[in-house]
């Protein structure tokens, strides 16, 4: 039997709560929606011509509530493999405990999630403020004689968003805390192998823990397609208006997911020279020996060449030397980083659709890997 990360029971009541939190922010407005008719002009783009509020709540809630337990777990296998891998010494596993335990308190703390939540509250705030005076009427706002203000449904949705934004900025302040703890991981004494099969000098492992925040990107990318697809499709503006923007963000997102790659550079760097040094020393000996014995007619008489494991012992020196010479210098493989990569863009592909027939975006696809 697998192991799994977490017990089936406990997922299945995740599934069921996250999609209970979704539907709890989305229904209510439909309710409002219906309940309480607009007074004034009608609104520039309706509840329902409203592609990112569908998008926000009912999928990108369960995304982040769902992906929080995928990076809980995987983070946490991470960091007991520092211990049980055998990286850490004993002298300064009690260290590494310590600074574990205060970086799970910082990530629990009250303090900190109120203050992140204050920080939310102002954000929306200022956000809604700024809505109200671009000249579009949204389905969430209505006209006055004093103004732009938020209709009863806007309240609701208001106080959604707050609790969305709030699911995104925990999950930024726990990849802050993921990677300075690597960063004081990395400051440790740690028994790296410049031979070892993942070519990390043995943290290969890290890239289990640091691709799980994947899922904050994606969804990110969810919401910013989302609300560019409403402005496309409903407000006429041109989708070239968001090229860079669009493109700003997916190098963000690269920039922030390969945060880690200079944190075990120093310790990699110097374990892989340390280790060309070690091996080239031990590979001369071994050649110049292994070629005094069969090419200088050094072996005995009666020892024959074939079947030998001389040139077994060759062929493993060698390949232990170029086990090192490829050796990286971050631990972090390519499909960590194609995993943000693709994470930023895949949710940005359909507004592709808002310029281009499906047809002809297929054919341009074809012609690609033709």
């Keep these: 039997m697998e192991p799994r990360e977490f017990p089936a029971g406990a997922s299945s009541r995740r599934v069921l709560g996250a999609l209970g939190l979704a539907l709890l922010a989305w229904l209510p407005l439909v309710v409002l929606r219906l309940v309480f008719p607009r007074s004034g002009p009608a609104p520039t783009i309706t509840f329902f011509e409203d592609l990112s509020v569908h998008v926000r709540f009912l999928l990108v809630v369960p995304v982040l509530i769902l992906g929080d337990a995928v990076i809980s777990a995987r983070t946490g ?26 970086t799970a308190r910082l990530g629990q703390s009250a303090v900190a999630q109120a203050i992140l939540a204050g920080l939310v509250a102002i954000l929306i705030g200022a956000s809604m403020r700024v809505q109200a005076g671009d000249g579009v009427l949204r389905w969430f706002e209505e006209q006055t004689a004093t103004g732009t203000r938020l209709s009863i449904p806007g309240w609701w949705y208001a106080a959604a968003s707050v609790m969305l934004a709030y699911l995104f900025v925990r999950q930024l302040w726990r990849y802050g805390l993921w990677c300075w703890l690597l960063f004081r991981a990395s400051r440790l004494d740690l028994r790296l192998v410049g031979t070892h099969p993942d070519r990390a000098g043995g943290l290969g492992f890290v890239n289990v823990g640091h691709a799980s925040f994947a899922v904050v990107p994606f969804a990110s990318s969810c919401v910013l397609a989302s609300r560019v697809a409403t402005e496309v499709l409903h407000l006429g503006v041109p989708l070239k208006t968001f090229q860079l923007p669009l493109l700003s963000f997916v190098v963000l997102v690269l920039v922030a997911g390969m945060l880690p790659l200079p944190i075990f550079v120093r310790s990699l760097a110097l374990t892989k020279r340390r280790g060309l040094m070690e091996y080239g020393t031990l590979a001369t000996r071994y050649v110049q020996d292994f070629e005094h014995k069969w090419i200088r007619g050094g072996a005995p008489a009666d020892e024959a060449l074939l079947g030998t494991g001389d040139i077994q012992s060759l062929a493993d020196i060698g390949g232990s030397f170029e086990r090192l010479a490829s050796m990286k210098v971050t631990p972090l493989d390519r499909y960590t980083v194609i995993a943000f990569a693709v994470a930023a863009v895949v949710p940005l592909l359909p507004l592709a659709l808002t310029v281009m027939p499906l047809e002809e975006i297929v054919k341009v696809l074809l012609r690609a890997v033709v």
Aim: no cysteine; hydrophobic share 40%.
């Design 77 to 102: 296998m991470t960091l007991a493999a520092f211990e049980t891998s055998g990286l850490v010494p004993d002298a300064q596993s009690g260290r590494f405990h310590g600074m574990r335990e205060r």
